[in-house]
């Protein structure tokens, strides 16, 4: 079993649907959450970044860790065409560099 | 301001022969990490280096990858003997690291990749 469970997708929705996007772990070490997107053949850009359990917003764009359920969530709403991208959860644990991902989600928003 | 440059961006090779990807960090940042992104696959940590520190090669595939630093800075990945599983894209990333910059000093600032294709 993988330390980090994401759902590969593709998610197709409309433009200006609200996209959620989870990602499940298995270590309850992990403190440091983040949420990356990547275009196709180019780097993963960081979105957001949440220390331990709680929301952040961002913009359009909302960050969820909710630790009891080792579950963390990013929401976006009214999505646009350009948001269409892989969406990578990172997670890290206190005080340790290496960030394991998951697999990342393909996001299709159709005009 | 300039981000982190990976070159070449595209890698073909062939089997057995070895290769030399590299890393040119953002200046100032003394934490540099490399991952390998499979198809299919998410990001896989390979190497983490830390100002003057030893380097955490936890995540090395076997001995023929290794990879250094030198003066602090740019980073080169080499992979010896190359096999066709080590087609990939491999990224390098970098953040601030040490003392400085509280919990923000965590955060890492990917490249563009190298692309290997190995024939």
Not at chain 1, 68 to 83: A, E, G, N, T, V
Not at chain 2, 98 to 105: D, E, V
Request: charged share 20%; net charge positive.
């Amino acid at each position: 079993q993988k330390e980090v469970e994401q759902d590969p997708g593709p998610l197709s929705v409309p433009e200006g649907a609200i996209v959620s996007l989870n990602c499940t772990y298995s270590n309850s070490a992990f403190q440091y959450f983040m949420w990356y997107r990547q275009y196709s053949r180019k780097g993963p850009e960081l979105l957001m970044y949440t220390y331990s359990s709680g929301n952040k917003e961002d913009g359009r764009f909302t960050a969820q860790v909710d630790k009891s359920s080792k579950y963390i969530s990013l929401f976006i709403r009214d999505s646009q065409p350009s948001d269409s991208a892989t969406y990578l959860c990172a997670m890290s644990a206190m005080g340790f560099q290496k960030l394991v991902f998951g697999t990342g989600t393909r996001l299709l928003v159709s005009p | 301001g300039a981000g982190v440059s990976q070159s070449p961006s595209n890698k073909v090779t062939e089997k057995g022969k070895d290769v030399e990807l590299r890393c040119d960090p953002i200046s100032g940042h003394t934490a540099l990490y490399w991952y390998r992104q499979s198809l299919g696959q998410g990001l896989e940590f390979l190497i983490y280096f830390q100002g003057n520190s030893a380097p955490d090669k936890s995540g090395l595939p076997s001995d023929r990858f290794s990879a250094e630093r030198t003066g602090g800075s740019v980073s080169t990945l080499t992979i010896q003997r190359t096999q066709q599983e080590d087609s990939a894209v491999y990224l390098c990333a970098s953040s601030l690291g040490g003392l400085a910059g509280g919990r923000s000093k965590n955060i890492q600032y990917f490249g563009a990749g190298t692309r290997l294709s190995v024939l």
